[in-house]
């Protein structure tokens, strides 16, 4: 390998560290390197355990939703994958997320991603930039950057002071019972048909074409349920 570079000096090489190889190359590119192999395999490897920490005992534990549980974990494989890749070619980190952004524009304008999914894609994505891109930064504090965001988000997660109550959209029919005067017999027939223990109610779109409203309604949600609609306003023509 030593015979590609000319100019390679092993009395400089051995002042900063470098010791004179063999390692076989093929058109000037080794075909083995193996410290960044290894390098990658040890970043990959605590990636992936932050990723898995994430996303199956924050967000999954509490949603049960194996739908984006592989998303998340895909995400987090080929983000990390990319940006550690493309460091070594010196690609600005501006471009490499702007490339994700435009992936996610095309991608998920076709369905409507609930709030809290895309705050834990955007949790991922930073995941993935921090542990692919941090490579002039000891081990420590990269380790201690991980677990900063693992503690805030199992703390929110576990915590019940801040726990927000769940919504459900629903077609009503009887809506001589949304007028403000009756809202407490609104309330007690919506408790009453689908079981569920209602705090209160908006009232949204009205047809009285068709006799029946939009509500939303709030309710202490149910341990393990996913309540991912919440943006239908009318039913289209």
């Known amino acids: 390998m030593i015979q590609d570079f000319p100019d390679f000096d092993p009395t400089i090489?051995?002042?900063?560290?470098?010791?004179?190889?063999s390692t076989l190359s093929f058109l000037g590119i080794p075909v083995c390197d193996t410290s960044a192999l290894l390098h990658l395999l040890l970043r990959f490897a605590?990636?992936?355990v932050v990723s898995f920490i994430i996303v199956h005992f924050c967000y999954y534990h509490h949603n049960k939703n194996k739908e984006y549980y592989k998303t998340f974990?895909?995400?987090?494989?080929a983000m990390f994958l990319l940006l550690f890749l493309l460091e070594s070619v010196k690609?600005?980190?501006g471009l490499t997320l702007g490339l994700f952004a435009i992936f996610g524009v095309i991608r998920y304008r076709t369905e409507m991603v609930p709030?809290?999914?895309m705050t834990y894609l955007f949790m991922i994505i930073a995941v993935s930039v921090i542990n692919g891109l941090s490579l002039n930064i000891s081990y420590l504090e990269l380790v201690f950057a991980n677990l900063l965001i693992i503690a805030i988000m199992v703390f929110f997660e576990y915590q019940k002071i801040f726990?927000?109550?769940?919504?459900?959209?629903?077609?009503?029919?009887k809506i001589e019972l949304i007028r403000p005067?009756?809202?407490?017999?609104?309330?007690?027939?919506?408790?009453q048909r689908t079981g569920l223990e209602i705090h209160r109610v908006e009232v949204g779109h009205v047809d009285f074409l068709r006799d029946v409203a939009f509500l939303k309604i709030y309710y202490?949600?149910?341990p393990g349920e996913s309540s991912t609609i919440g943006t239908l306003t009318k039913i289209k023509p």
């Not at 974990?73 to 494989?77: E, G, Y």
């Not at 005067?181 to 408790?191: K, Q, S, T, V």
Request: proline residues 2%; aromatic residues 12%.
């Open 181 to 191: 005067d009756r809202r407490a017999e609104l309330l007690a027939d919506l408790a």
């Open 115 to 117: 709030i809290k999914e």
């Open 220 to 222: 202490k949600p149910i």
């Open 13 to 21: 090489a051995a002042e900063f560290g470098y010791a004179e190889t």
């Open 163 to 173: 726990s927000s109550d769940a919504t459900k959209l629903i077609l009503y029919e």
């Open 73 to 77: 974990i895909f995400f987090a494989t």
């Open 91 to 93: 690609l600005q980190i």
């Open 46 to 48: 605590f990636h992936m």
